[in-house]
């Protein structure tokens, strides 16, 4: 009997710390509420902009590019809009433009932790794979894929190559709708965050290039009174002249060093595709 006990206690608590996951949809309700709609049109202070010996990341165009020079490792770079939501539906649209390395990726991140012990993270290849990550503390546990993949699992939902793919989760109760191209993909269950931080992560030697980061939350649900803040495009004017001052010297070379990346691309291609045959 003590046994019994033992073995059900152990069940709990792995329940717990391991996600859930399952076949069916979990999240209920119309995800139709916009709260925060960006499609970097402008600069608007939600997302870091910089060039380094690592990372060259810039908006332009309607896009916010991200350019991971470092070969080894991703990199992670969080929206400065709060999502203290008790429900709801995050999307962003990928496009991997150009990448060296064998695990070049990007995604986006959800409920990441301030104290930085913990987020989820969901990414996509160039291969038609996609991949389902949990940080915990300073390391990351599979939650698809296998050991052998490194967590890569293929997805026919995917469109490979340099098209775009957008990439969404619904959560509501600790529970995890994910789509792809709205397509569903899996459910599953996390019951150690309450709330987190959003994000996008882009993968070692990798270009890419975000065409849209929108939160949705659901029309029956109320907004919580503190920790939203304004959506995008409501910005003040005198925030806008700010970021421009700071940002006017910088996005000159900025611009010149994503064209360069660009013009390689371009070289890159066979002879017959760059002429339209």
Known sequence: MLDKIKILTLLLLLSAVYPAITAGQAVEG????????????TVRGNWKILSNA???FLIQDGE???????????????????NNLPEFELSAGIIIDKTSSPVGSAGIIFMAQDDGSGAIVFECNQQGQYRLRQLTGTNYRLLSGDNRSGGWAVSPFLRPG????ILAVRFSNRNYDLYINNNFLLTFSELAYKSGQTGIIVGPSTLARIKSFIIKTNDAGTLPESGISEPAGTSKVSTFE?????????LAGLRKQLEQCLQEKRNSRP???????
């Open 271 to 277: 002879e017959k595709e760059k002429h339209g045959e």
């Open 162 to 165: 340099d098209q775009e793919n």
């Open 54 to 56: 690592e990372n060259l």
């Open 242 to 250: 700010a970021e421009n001052v700071m940002l006017r010297d910088s």
């Open 64 to 82: 916010y590019i991200l350019h991971r020079k470092n070969a080894s490792t991703a990199y992670s770079v969080f929206c400065k809009w709060k």
């Open 30 to 41: 119309s995800f139709n509420r916009i709260v925060f709609d960006d499609r970097f049109d």
